[in-house]
């Protein structure tokens, strides 16, 4: 495996590459793209309206006239040529479709039989306890139901999800179905490590506190709604304890992250998401790193980056971001004054109706620690709602 002394540096061959990035929301990776010099088309549930100038942004209800789903995703891709294609959430949980999206076109990402590995609960549990990581227990349809003294504490998951929509705490007595599993509940707070891996090794990114169904930005529940990038001077020797695992079990490629609660016992990984997250974006705007072209080194070159473990300490101001979801249905406005504000991304399109619950759009900032920070961000989530109320 090769390494890269500069972070981010693409090779000059890559240069030009038609790419077709595909998932949920796109509009963070293809910017990115673009601003490491590859042409790029994207497809998702919105196309927002926020676009870096050179993206070919689409969006399978306008364009297409249909919603998004791993099948239309697939339909779509057929019509738009390229020579690569990366995908994103929720499509890790749809092996079959990145097979159908990579018969014609170069796959920068990890590969079918790779997710099913991955994204399998169990197999990830014992990848981790084969290397002494502690791991909260899982428990699957076809295995013993926790005894009556133990029930208090799991977590009720689908196989197939995202963002932490359908995650709930688990009701004594209740079955577990094949598409479900229970994950032992563990104290501490949620984060995730943010990685790149090539053969069978990894580069940790950094390190984020994860924002779960905070009401301050209209979540609920188990909900993921933001991050905010430490400075995780104690925690970096988990988390790339963590990065090796993954990397070296599973033979990842790419970027991708690891979702973690941060406990009196560590680190203790619950999820890999084998693409790139919503937390990468931070690292680009703290650390000044191209995202993407750290991405493609990995996937074409097998090429990470070098760096120390200083690497990962915030410097200067802390970073975070929050999605901002509707409190009640509402009709968007004029959302030109949001195209002028660097805080405010993924903004939606005149006249879109936004269900309750549904992202309206994403906002950032930066403070001198987490907190202010974290108080800086709940002040623009506040404005938006003021203004689409």
Excluded at 47 to 58: G, I, M, T
Excluded at 152 to 170: I, N
Excluded at 309 to 326: C, E, N, P, R, W
């Amino acid at each position: 495996m090769n390494t890269n002394p500069e972070p981010g540096t693409r090779n000059r061959e890559l240069k030009g590459r038609r790419i077709l990035i595909v998932g949920v929301s796109t509009r963070a990776v293809a910017d990115s793209a673009a601003r490491a010099g590859f042409d790029v088309t994207a497809l998702d549930a919105y196309a927002d309206l926020d676009q870096h100038p050179s993206v070919r942004a689409l969006s399978l209800p306008r364009d297409f006239g249909t919603t998004f789903s791993p099948e239309a995703v697939v339909n779509a891709a057929r019509e738009l040529p390229s020579d690569a294609v990366v995908y994103l959430s929720s499509l890790e949980n749809h092996p079959r479709a990145v097979d159908a999206l990579t018969t014609e076109r170069a796959l920068w990402g990890n590969r079918s039989d790779v997710l099913r590995r991955v994204r399998d609960p169990r197999a990830l549990a014992a990848a981790f306890t084969k290397r002494s990581i502690r791991v909260p227990r899982v428990i699957t349809s076809d295995e013993t139901m926790p005894r009556p003294s133990e029930v208090e504490r799991w977590m009720f998951k689908p196989r197939v999800s995202g963002g932490g929509q359908g995650v709930r705490l688990w009701q004594p007595g209740e079955a577990v179905t094949r598409g479900h599993y229970l994950q032992e509940f563990v104290e501490g707070t949620p984060g995730s490590v943010i990685f790149v891996a090539a053969g069978s090794r990894g580069a940790t990114l950094g390190v984020t506190r994860q924002l779960v169904g905070d009401d301050a930005f209209g979540a609920s529940g188990f909900r993921y709604c933001g991050n905010i990038l430490t400075e995780p001077e104690d925690l970096v020797p988990d988390a790339v304890a963590l990065v090796d695992a993954v990397a070296a079990e599973f033979s990842l490629v790419g970027v991708g992250s690891i979702d973690m609660i941060a406990s009196e016992h560590g680190l203790l990984p619950v999820e890999v998401n084998p693409r790139w997250s919503a937390s990468m974006e931070l690292v680009e705007r703290a650390r000044g790193m191209s995202m993407f072209a750290i991405h493609a080194d990995a996937c074409v070159k097998g090429e990470l980056p070098v760096f120390g473990d200083s690497a990962l300490l915030a410097k200067g101001k802390t970073h975070g971001k929050a999605i901002v979801f509707a409190r009640q249905d509402v009709v968007i406005g004029d959302p030109r004054p949001w195209l002028e504000d660097p805080d405010v991304r993924d903004v939606p399109h005149a006249g879109d109706r936004i269900e309750a619950g549904q992202p309206i759009c994403t906002v950032f900032a930066a403070g001198a620690d987490e907190a202010s920070c974290y108080a800086r961000l709940v002040e623009h989530a506040s404005r938006i709602y003021g203004e689409v109320a």
